[in-house]
């Protein structure tokens, strides 16, 4: 078994509140300064961003799984990770089909544009990625499992857009691969007040919106080797494989 230094919530400048200077090249670049080795990259309710960074990262040796942070009916945040474009697309599509769409304001909400490996703009997405999708997160985390991903209710500590702050309980059915508590959370305080976690594997991540987060809070994932279905194994606890929070 190795450890493999990982952060698994990096917003990029498609996201309207990350900052502009948060390109894929400069992802990549802060990454490899601080010796991360596995990035997931997450914005709000789009994937655009992720496979253009996972090759991009490849040239240097970092590992990308490429995803999004979902926003349910219940305005909490999920984090869905993926291996295949196919399967982040077939996610695309699915949030595409149900998000409430009401035209981003880039003046207030900031500018939500997709970019090429040039940092060329090749298009802005024009409806806001903050809306919520018309489902709930029962229903979205049986999607991501059906399309082939891991799934991961984000920040469930924070006072908004969090499982505790929207519901404040883990529904019977919800079944996640793991929970991402907020980066600056004592992980035994947080399973103190919340025992229920116990059983569970916790994740911690950056969010980060400006390249100067990336690597705050973090994990190490004790495996094998860095592969999609190595990070499954070590989310599931399988034969001493585990997220380790820094
Ligand atoms: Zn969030
Ligand atoms: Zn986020």
């Known amino acids: 078994m190795k ?127 903050y809306g919520s999708v018309r489902k709930g997160i029962e229903e979205i985390c049986s999607v991501v499992h059906a399309t082939g991903g891991l799934f991961v209710p984000a920040h469930i500590d924070r006072p908004y857009n969090s499982l505790y702050s929207q519901i404040g309980f883990i529904p019977e059915g919800l079944s996640p691969d793991a929970y991402e508590i907020s980066f600056r959370t004592d992980p035994e305080i947080l399973m103190d007040e919340h025992p229920e976690l116990r059983k569970h594997t916790l994740l911690k991540s950056s969010d980060a919106h400006y390249p100067d987060n990336i690597g705050r809070g973090g994990i190490r994932l004790r495996m094998k080797e860095i592969s999609f279905d190595e990070i499954r194994m070590a989310f599931a606890r399988t034969d001493g494989r585990e997220a380790i929070i820094i």
């Open 3 to 129: 450890e493999f230094r990982a952060d698994l919530h990096i917003h990029t400048l498609l996201s309207p509140c990350a900052s502009l200077e948060m390109s894929p090249v400069a992802i990549v670049e802060a990454a490899l300064a601080k010796g991360i080795e596995i990035l997931a990259i997450t914005d709000h309710n789009h994937t655009a961003h992720g496979m253009l960074i996972r090759k991009l990262a490849a040239e240097k040796g970092i590992y990308v799984l490429p995803g999004a942070e979902i926003s349910s009916s219940e305005e909490i945040h999920c984090l869905a990770y993926f291996d295949r474009e196919s399967d982040t697309d077939d996610i695309q599509e699915f949030i595409d089909a149900n998000i409430t769409k009401t035209a981003n304001n880039p003046g207030i909400m900031g500018f939500q544009p997709v970019i090429d490996r040039n940092e060329m703009v090749v298009k802005e997405i024009e409806h806001s990625l």
